[in-house]
């Protein structure tokens, strides 16, 4: 399945059917007069977050949903059946903003969330509506009242417990393929993650989400690279492990690069609980390693953990870390609490 974190979509609701000009005329009656009805409101445009999905590829195919218009009124005082609302279902951590991308419309953070987004147009008054005393047979009526329109951005930020930074090779993909069953692409070359990657980590009778964005480079935040698009990704995260490559030319330089891009591209990512560990440690000598620790604590003012994600040097200490600061709280793992049967998915 292909990754979409982005689509642009128009929404339109249904207008308000027209009322109905109707007069009664029965045999042996001998009062007659207007029974025109009112006619039927319009669709409503509605959205749901629905669990298991995380990207918004069916919205590059479809990109128009229009909810049907309310049925005209007629005789006999009857009012025109409503419109039969649009539901567009979306994965969970899906962003409705506006065209200019500047204001957050909705926001949809669990699964079962709906959100009436655009309200289907009133149905016209019939004519029977408009009978007074002095206009007992009044001819007009409502034309029903125009659904609402708009062009919307989706975007999708994937609801995920611990988000793992990096430059690029820092060994991000190497680690959430040990300690989960994603399959990450993992080469000797930069920028082999170019969309985020999602696993569920189970240890120590605890499950938590981890994610995987596209390595940092310095000047992100500016838009080189690609890793600064996907930085929204772990906006939601509670805790960020930051790998550093040990065989980088300068370690030090390279925690700063990073810490530095996630100040300048804002959201509190800088001010999220950090576990900061020295990775590919198993190619490293103690001493050599102890001295990386010591440069890394002394310009963090935290413990840096030695971590090797080829050989699992370090993992189960890591791992604990990550458990301490996520905290007991209830964890994502992509469980809903709903014991319905699934269902296929589909954007409507």
């Keep these: 399945m292909h990754f979409l974190d982005q689509a642009k979509i128009f929404v339109r609701s249904g207008g308000g059917g027209p009322g109905a000009v109707s007069f009664r005329r029965e045999k042996f009656m001998e009062y007659g007069g207007p029974d025109g009805g009112n006619g ?11 669990p ?13 949903f229009r909810a049907p218009r309310g ?7 009857r009012t025109g059946g409503g419109g039969r609302d649009l539901i567009i279902r979306v994965p969970v951590g899906t962003q409705v903003l506006s065209e200019d991308k500047e204001t957050v419309l909705a926001d949809f953070t669990h699964a079962g969330q709906r959100e009436v987004f655009l309200r289907g147009g009133d149905g016209g008054r019939g004519n029977a509506s408009y009978k007074t005393s002095t206009n007992r047979a009044p001819r007009q009526h409502g034309t029903g009242w125009p659904g609402d329109e708009a062009w919307v951005w989706l975007r999708l930020k994937l609801l995920a417990d611990a988000g793992l930074v990096g430059l690029p090779n820092a060994g991000k993909s190497t680690f959430i393929n040990a300690v989960t069953n994603a399959n990450a692409k993992v080469g000797a070359y930069a920028f082999t993650t170019t969309r985020p990657q999602l696993g569920v980590v189970s240890h120590k009778q605890r499950e938590f989400v981890v994610a995987d964005i596209p390595g940092l480079i310095e000047g992100a935040a500016e838009g080189a690279g690609i890793g600064d698009r996907f930085l929204g990704h772990i906006e ?3 805790v960020l492990l930051h790998l550093i490559d040990s065989h980088t030319d300068d370690p030090v330089e390279a925690y700063r690069i990073v810490r530095g891009e996630l100040e300048a ?4 990512l800088a001010d999220k609980p950090e576990v900061i560990a020295l990775n590919k440690a198993d190619l490293l000598d103690d001493e050599l390693t102890e001295a990386l620790i010591a440069e890394l604590e002394a310009e963090s003012g935290a413990q840096v953990l030695p971590l090797s994600g080829a050989t699992g040097q370090g993992l189960e200490a890591v791992l604990d870390r990550l458990i301490e600061a996520i905290g007991p709280g209830e964890m994502h793992a992509q469980d809903t609490g ?11």
């Design 265 to 268: 591209y804002g959201a509190d």
């Design 338 to 348: 709903d014991d319905e049967e699934p269902r296929e998915w589909s954007p409507i």
């Design 40 to 50: 039927g409101k319009g669709g409503d445009i509605i959205f749901e977050a629905v």
């Design 236 to 238: 939601r995260c509670r």
């Design 52 to 64: 298991g999905l995380n990207t918004l590829i069916d919205f590059r195919y479809t990109q128009h």
């Design 71 to 77: 049925s005209g009124g007629s005789g006999a005082n």
